[in-house]
Each structure stands twice: as C-alpha cells, then as structure tokens.
C-alpha cells in the first residue's frame, strides 16, 4: 500500500452522485472541502457517512476526501458511504465480507416515481364522485 496514491469509489443514491478518494492517512475527512458536521448538520446523516469506516474499523487510520453532487442531503449522505465502502475494498479487497455484510455495497435501487398526467403527482388523483 503506497501512501500517496488514492483510492477512488463512487456511490450514487436517489440523484445524488458522491466521488471519493480514500488514502491512508490520520483520519480528515472532507466533503467538498468542508468537515463531515459543517457539510452533513444532521448526526443522523454523520452517523451514516461514518458507517463504512466503523464496518471496516479504519477510523482514524485513512483521509477521505469526497465531492458530493446533486439530490439532497440524505441522498448524498446515502451516496458518500458507498462511495467510501467501494473505496476501501480498493485499498484492501481483504474488507470486502465485512462491509457486504453490513450492506453498504448495494445500490439502493428506490427512485421518485414520475408524475402522471392528468393526476396532481405521482399517485394523488382527483377526488373520485360514484353518483
């Protein structure tokens, strides 16, 4: 393992797109240039970007910089923890069982359903009258 080179995943969730580059390091970890508290306010969301690190107990021990786009908050959160676990398997494939186990290698495949015409969304239709 070389401690220069990075180590690239990319995750992606509902429309968010996360790119991420993993290096063995001290434990920083930023998102778009800014800390995991100042960019995710939420500690639901924090808990989630983190999740990869406990499952492959690497916490303190490697940098992660990620570039989050598009979708919302929870979306990029969902999208930086694959990107980071598909990260981590490169730098060690010896991770791989660990965070599988955990379920953090699998596409979360649920999309907004599209909205029908002539309905208000997706599924709200008009009120129906029998009589």
């Known amino acids: 393992m070389q401690d220069s080179s990075y180590f690239w995943g990319t995750g992606r969730r509902k429309n968010a797109l996360a790119r991420v580059r993993v290096r063995s390091g001290n434990g920083e ?3 778009n240039n800014r800390t995991v508290e100042d ?21 303190g021990k490697v940098d992660v910089f990620v570039r989050a786009s598009g979708g919302g ?4 959160a969902g999208a930086v923890t694959m990107g980071m676990a598909r990260a981590l398997i490169k730098l ?21 359903e599209r909205k029908k015409f002539g309905q208000k ?9 029998k009589r």
């Open 29 to 31: 970890i930023r998102i």
């Open 39 to 59: 960019y995710f306010p939420r500690l639901v969301w924090q808990a989630q970007v983190l999740r990869s690190l406990k499952a492959a107990s690497l916490e």
């Open 73 to 76: 908050l929870t979306g990029q």
């Open 92 to 112: 060690n494939p010896d991770l791989r069982p660990a965070l599988k186990k955990e379920g953090l290698l699998t596409r979360d495949p649920r999309m907004v």
């Open 121 to 129: 969304g997706a599924r709200g239709m008009r009120q129906f009258s």
